[in-house]
């Protein structure tokens, strides 16, 4: 079982930034990948950004350039650098840990982007 803990999140301006931060339960280098996926008002939930153990990234089109997945293993944390945000990122963002067949969430932080 592996537990994961969103924070970060909070109220923005346009053209902001914020760095979301998942911390896991147990050591992230066993876990296959990682990833932020994000639920906006009346939307589907949707991929964001991932990393994999050997920490290769892939970003959804809407946010390259933008945002930037990390991870420290010292740390048992992956991170989610948001730049340049706009009104349409806001949402309740998850991370998403991937082990074998198993995928865990978390409970979520919810990011506003509005002036």
């Known amino acids: 079982q592996v537990q994961l803990v969103e924070s970060g999140g909070g109220l923005v301006q346009p053209g902001g930034s914020l760095r979301l931060s998942c911390a896991a339960s147990?050591?992230?280098?066993?876990?296959?990948?990682m990833r932020w996926y994000r639920q906006g008002p009346g939307k589907q939930r949707e991929l964001v950004a991932g990393i994999t153990r050997g920490s290769s990234t892939n970003y959804a089109d809407s946010v390259k350039g933008r945002f930037t997945i990390s991870r420290d293993n010292s740390k048992n944390t992956v991170y989610l650098q948001m730049n340049s945000l706009k009104p349409e990122d806001t949402a309740v963002y998850y991370c998403?840990?991937?082990?074998?067949?198993?995928?865990?969430w978390g409970q979520g932080t919810q990011v506003t982007v509005s002036s």
């Open positions: 998403y840990a991937v082990r074998s067949t198993a995928g865990y």
């Open positions: 147990g050591s992230i280098f066993v876990l296959d990948a």
